[in-house]
């Protein structure tokens, strides 16, 4: 008996948001446990492709050890342009809380018209307070490598306290720096 080919292999063996009901991310999170606390007052960007155009209603991020005191704490979509799409309402309380899962609705509803394969920026803000939490993330040392401009990982602003309609200039994030867990889906 033989097999009958169901699809392209190569992307089958690929985990991708689409695979896990979201619309985009900024890395598979099943392959990464690395904790990396943010500094404040800027945006923190990942460029990301849209795997599955449908609906966005929330953004979606993990902490490994949970803040104390933050105000002003933020999780937006941007197009390429660095136009903002959506954004969640404050996070602070949630950052604040226990370390683990976070899902946060879109102020505004919902995000349509995202198309396949569209790119797209995920980004961060702490504005704030006191202490950071500790984000999942990937080893720093992969996140732009070999890149010498546009960057995958980046960040914008400074002595921000809320999220801008339209992003800062963008530059490569420092050394060291890694970027969080970041998506958006239904």
């Known amino acids: 008996m033989g097999w009958t080919l169901k699809g392209n292999l190569n992307y089958l063996s690929v985990t991708t948001a689409a695979s ?26 990942v460029r990301s492709y849209v795997d599955s155009p449908q609906a966005v209603t929330h953004f979606y991020t993990y902490t490994l050890s949970s803040g104390s005191g933050l105000a002003n704490c933020y999780i937006g979509l941007y197009n390429i342009s660095g136009t903002l799409l959506g954004q969640t309402g404050d996070i602070s309380t949630a950052l604040n809380g226990t370390a683990g899962p976070i899902t946060a609705s ?35 040392y992969a996140i732009n490598l070999a890149m010498t401009s546009d960057y995958r990982w980046q960040t914008a602003g400074s002595s921000l306290t809320t999220l801008p309609s339209t992003l800062p200039a963008l530059s490569a994030a420092s050394t060291g720096s890694q970027p969080p867990f970041l998506a958006v889906g239904p």
Not at 22 to 41: E, H, I, R
Not at 127 to 138: D, E, N, R
């Open 106 to 140: 879109i102020s505004t509803g919902s995000i349509t018209g995202l198309t396949y394969n569209q790119e797209v920026y995920l980004v961060l803000l702490i504005a704030t307070g006191g202490t950071s939490p500790s984000f999942l993330s990937p080893h720093n």
């Open 20 to 45: 896990n009901n979201l619309v985009a991310w900024s890395f598979d999170p099943t392959m990464v446990n690395n904790p990396y606390t943010p500094g404040q007052g800027k945006c923190l960007v």
